[in-house]
């Protein structure tokens, strides 16, 4: 019954680790689209 | 509704021995490789409020050379070096990474979370933080001294300056680059990792408001790190992006600068709104007078401090259509925040209100704020602001802001939750000098200084006419008095209450609502390591 119980929550654990993965991953990702779109504005469309 | 009642069938992290089962680490180690968010909470606080003491030092510098007209002690070249690293050193090393150590220490406990989501980029996003600082003191012994440019590193001053600026560019890579981390983990830890039952309309206000501001960080500190990556290019690798004799434009990096710059303002003060919404309901004993309004008004700032940014360049030129835009979008601003200072007032309307040392800062806060922000609506009219641009009225507005608004809001916090955080209660009557001490003496510094800039009296100059003299010598008896009741707050507040004074009760203000008062004080190690239920 308790290894059970260790289980899911090692597996809800898991769960939200993955989606904070995707979560960070998303927000970094407008962090670097914001760096780099500055330098593309500045050199292409100025 | 802000208010949560916590179902303690579900809650088994508290009030147990098995809190603290894996224990707290010991020695350095705790603190070189800490995960704990309570832990990296203390370092963030630490280290902010040293660097808050370095940057008043040279504010009591600055504050001496002004004293009287005439060159006293140092040369200009020094003086814009005392000017330029104080905003730098306020900003980015003393208030940003304030509110982030507030933000380790209660996002997790506020929302029922046993960590933040990313516990190692937490610990990276600390230590990043004293090279950075380093970094930028040190710019100080280098030929050519520390950057002299203004905080805001203007081109073509920033691209002409020695290695002091290269080092003062890379601080602040550095910090922005952890500015960014701590965001990412912030909004990711708000998102997934609060409490079953705990939807975002049911959030306590420093949550929001840290969400919000969270948000902001994200879209402006790339964009800062970009235009001081071209700065850097310009100076070392023959591009001129802001080099007029290149093709290049000085102004546009005022433009880039000042779509980071603003909402950076909203940054410094969206998370003093939310620690003041927390205070005024607790020592008013009523529920926050129109929770949704408040988080739809925080929403509406940072929006519209996306929109904004020209109005710090009236003076550069631009078509009429453009000042009466950024006039306008400027003005609209004091409609959401008037909206906060209101609800705050009707909190405290009809409510049991008492003034222990948090109340007292918070209510401080929402009197002289109000009063910056008065002075920026005035700035806001354009051909006010062409007259006033540069001028100590301008010095005067945004320290109201941010020393009246960010740092007594974090005073506030600090008395409100360094119960649960040292296990101690703090010393009321030294808390109630310190209050009392930094209001007046604050008021002596940045008051006289309206007045120096509607007569005309420049800032970042060194020197200044004989009839300046009177508000000048005012100014600076009232900011080695404001130093010295930092000094106060640090040996006779924050000393004392953590080595010992009065237990603290789990909750100790009676009319405090929220998660954070269900676990003791101080907070145990581990917390909420099985999620509390909020019904």
């Known amino acids: 019954m308790e290894q059970r119980e260790q289980q899911e929550q090692q597996a809800r654990q898991q769960k939200v680790r993955s989606g904070n993965l995707r979560t960070g991953l998303i927000l970094a990702s407008i962090a670097v689209v914001f760096f780099v779109g500055i330098f593309v504005k500045r050199m292409w469309f100025s | ?535």
Request: hydrophobic share 50%; net charge neutral; glycine share 10%.
């Open chain 2, 1 to 535: 509704m802000s208010s949560t009642t916590v179902d303690h069938a579900h809650d088994h992290s508290h009030g147990h021995g098995h809190d603290d089962h894996h224990g707290a680490p010991h020695g350095w180690r705790r603190w070189l490789f800490a995960t704990n968010h309570k832990d990296i909470g203390t370092l963030y606080l630490w280290f902010s409020f040293t660097m808050f003491l370095m940057g008043g030092v040279l504010a009591l510098m600055i504050r001496t050379e002004l004293f009287q007209p005439g060159l006293q002690f140092f040369n200009p070249e020094f003086f814009n070096q005392l000017t330029t690293m104080h905003g730098l050193m306020m900003v980015f090393g003393a208030i940003m990474p304030a509110f982030v150590g507030f933000a380790n220490w209660m996002i997790p406990l506020q929302i029922g979370a046993s960590d933040m989501a990313f516990a190692r980029m937490n610990n990276f996003s600390f230590w990043l933080l004293p090279p950075a600082a380093i970094l930028l003191a040190g710019s100080f012994f280098v030929p050519g001294g520390a950057p002299a440019a203004g905080w805001t590193i203007y081109a073509p001053l920033s691209t002409q300056m020695g290695m002091g600026m290269d080092m003062g560019i890379f601080a602040l890579h550095i910090m922005g680059a952890s500015s960014i981390m701590g965001s990412i983990n912030i909004i990711t830890t708000i998102l997934n990792m609060r409490a079953p039952g705990m939807t975002l309309m049911k959030m306590p206000m420093f949550c929001w408001t840290w969400l919000i501001t969270a948000y902001l960080l994200i879209a402006v500190m790339p964009v800062l790190a970009g235009a001081i990556t071209m700065t850097l290019t310009d100076r070392h690798f023959g591009t001129t992006f802001f080099n007029a004799a290149g093709g290049g434009d000085p102004v546009m990096f005022q433009h880039i600068f000042w779509f980071f710059g603003h909402p950076e303002v909203y940054i410094m003060i969206l998370p003093a709104f939310g620690i003041v919404s927390h205070v005024v309901p607790t020592f008013a004993r009523k529920p926050l007078f129109g929770y949704a309004s408040m988080v739809y008004a925080t929403s509406s700032i940072a929006i519209l401090s996306f929109i904004v940014w020209a109005h710090h360049m009236f003076t550069t030129g631009m078509p009429v259509t453009a000042q009466l835009f950024f006039m306008y979008a400027t003005m609209l601003i004091a409609v959401p925040t008037g909206v906060k200072v209101f609800n705050w007032i009707a909190t405290m309307w009809r409510g049991s209100m008492t003034f222990e040392t948090p109340m007292l800062f918070a209510v401080g806060f929402i009197f002289v704020f109000t009063m910056g922000g008065f002075t920026g609506l005035i700035l806001a009219v354009t051909p006010i602001d062409i007259q006033m641009q540069d001028t100590y009225y301008v010095v005067a507005h945004f320290h109201y802001v941010l020393v009246a608004g960010s740092l007594f809001a974090m005073f506030s916090g600090f008395y409100y939750w360094a119960p649960k955080w040292t296990g101690h209660m703090y010393n009321e009557t030294s808390g109630k000098i310190h209050f009392w001490a930094s209001i007046i003496t604050f008021n002596i510094t940045f008051f006289p200084m309206h007045f120096l800039g509607l007569a005309g009296m420049p800032r970042r100059i060194a020197d200044y006419p004989a009839q300046f003299t009177d508000f000048n010598q005012i100014a600076t008896i009232g900011a080695f008095g404001f130093g010295l009741s930092q000094v106060y707050f640090l040996f006779f507040v924050i000393i004392p209450t953590i080595r010992g004074g009065k237990q603290a009760e789990a909750k100790p203000w009676d009319g405090a609502e929220g998660l954070e008062w269900t676990v003791p004080s101080p907070a145990p190690f581990h917390t909420f390591e099985e999620p509390p239920e909020v019904k």
